[in-house]
């Protein structure tokens, strides 16, 4: 494996730090006048998903990782892996436990997008597209008409995911979701 | 545009000295000897010697004998200190005043960047600038954050301090604790154009020794930092070549401990030091300046030559 040395550490390098691989955002030489030269630098844990500061020595090295993003294509879960395909031509698929999603799984619909994290070849990140179109499922009947009274309700979507939605969306309707925030974005035309 | 940018600058800084009859001057970029300092890697030239991390020595030889005020604008070099504020080599302004005390060096730095900003005003926006300058001992900026005094303060605690920050564990000395400490908790936060004064001993360099208003013993040095940038530095220089030679050896010491190759002493500057007359003298970063100035995120914008 290649060794980085601090002077090459720029956002987006793959690094393992603590036995986890990380994904440096950012790199900061600091050098006090005549002082000692060190570098902060922000990780962010692949794994755990955690935001690390930490400071090196200038010219100490980090051992690369072996992590590659890629798009996939969701296909399907059988409840306890989830399986998705590259959608470069290859036709490969990887299949993804429940913990490499972290929780996205609500957010995955058949044949979107998204991206998979692999560290020696294992997915360990699932990221779902920023924006998700979902049907709902389940919800208390709709006001006909009332778009402005400004409340809401839950609803449940067609991959198990409950968010609010405002009082006259009924079953059937197609929503759009910010899968970062989990909130309504608004109606889908079909 | 850059090009004019830094044309400009340099222009308004040779119309300040010039009208104030300071002569400038020019010494060889390749110099015999490297840095004494411990942290400044000098960039070898095989067969020749170094390229000079700043033009101190030769500058300092040449007010021996001419012993009147000098200024230089020249590149200098320093190894691996690559980042959005550090080039491997960069432009320096550095200037001696002969007779005068840091006091007076000091009004004199703040008057020279008035006055450069007031000379390019017309073509570049400088008013994000225009605040009142500030003035901070060490101590009080020490004390204020770490609620010790930084030159009393023990090296173990020193080394709690930094460790709660995350220090690199390696051996340290007093003056890297400092360093350290003042670069992640101090440095950042001064924003208004801000004059440091009375150092550390440990962190005398080339500056005289002198007393502070509670008769502590301190380097009689100054910095100035602006946007959490530190841009010019300045000494009472020392002229005690017996004490300068201490230091030197000192740096060797330390560099041993870092496992370094020692740098051969100056001798030449030895020399030339009690020959000197008693000067205060200066150097700033013009990259710094211009990235102050104009609120660019990275120093090497300025050298893109695409």
Redesign the interface.
Known sequence: MANYST?EFKSGLKVMLEGDPCNIIEN???????????N?VKLKNLRSGRVW????????TLESADVMEFEMEFLYSDGTYWHFMKTDGSFEQVASDKAALDGSEIWLNETDRVTVTLWNDNPILVTPPNFVELAVIETDPGLKGDTASGGSKPATLKTGAVIKVPLFVNIGEVVRVDTRTGEYQGRVKQ | MDLLFRSEILKAIRKYFYSTSVIEVVTPVIQKFASS????ESIEVKNYGYLHTSPEHAMKHLLSKYKDSIFQICPVFRA???????KEEFQMLEWYRSSFDLTKLLEETEKLLRFVLKEIAANFDCAHLLFPFQKISYKSLFLNTFSENPHTVSLKKLSQLSKS????N?NHSR??YL??L???KI?PKIMAPTFVFDYPLC?A?QAEISFDDEGEMVANRF?LFIEGV?LA?AYQELRDSGELLTRFNDNNAIRRLHGKKEVPVDYQLLESLPLMPKCAGASLGIDRLMKIISGSPDINKFYDTD
């Open positions: 002077n900061e030489f600091v050098k006090p006048g005549k002082g000692q030269a060190f902060r500061e930490r400071t090196f020595k200038s010219g100490e | 300092e411990v942290f400044i691996n200190e690559i980042g959005s504020f550090h920050l995350n220090m690199p390696i003056s890297e360093d350290f003042f670069a992640l440095q962190q360099a910095e530190e530095n």
